[in-house]
C-alpha cells in the first residue's frame, strides 16, 4: 500500500522560505513520477509543481515559476518543494502526489498525501 506523508509546512511571513517534504512508502519510488499540488481555502485544488521519474525533468505553476523548487531524492523516496519569497496567496494545503509514469504530469495522480498547511502573512 503506497503512503505519502508530508511534513515542513508551517507559519511564515512574505518573502520568507519553507522546504516541504513528501516521504514515500513506494518500493518502486525510482518508477513514480511525482507532484505537489495545493487548495486554498474556498478554492479548488491546484497543480504546484511536478517532477518526472528520474528526477531530470521539472513543471511548475506559472504563479510559482522562479520561486519554488521541486526535486526528487530516489534514494531516500522523498520529494522535495522548496518555497522561496513566499506570498501571502501562496497559503493553502499543499499535497503530495505520485503516479506510475515516467514523465512530468499536471493531472492523473494515483496517490495522495494528507496535506500539510502553509501560512503566509503580509
Known amino acids: 500500500q503506497v503512503q505519502l506523508v508530508e511534513s515542513g509546512g508551517g507559519s511564515v511571513q512574505a518573502g520568507g522560505s519553507l522546504r516541504l517534504s513528501c516521504a514515500a512508502s513506494i518500493r518502486t519510488f525510482i518508477n513514480y513520477a511525482m507532484g505537489w499540488f495545493r487548495q486554498a481555502p474556498g478554492k479548488e485544488r491546484e497543480f504546484v509543481a511536478g517532477?518526472?521519474?528520474?528526477?531530470?525533468?521539472?513543471g511548475y505553476a506559472d504563479s510559482v515559476k522562479g520561486r519554488f523548487t521541486i526535486t526528487k531524492d530516489n534514494a531516500k523516496n522523498t520529494v522535495y518543494l522548496q518555497m522561496n519569497s513566499l506570498k501571502p496567496e501562496d497559503t493553502a494545503v499543499y499535497y503530495c502526489?505520485?503516479?506510475?509514469?515516467?514523465?512530468?504530469?499536471?493531472?492523473?495522480?494515483?496517490?495522495w498525501g494528507q496535506g500539510t498547511q502553509v501560512t503566509v502573512s503580509s
Open positions: 517532477i518526472n521519474w528520474t528526477g531530470a525533468r521539472t
Open positions: 502526489a505520485a503516479t506510475a509514469g515516467s514523465g512530468v504530469f499536471t493531472t492523473q495522480y494515483d496517490y
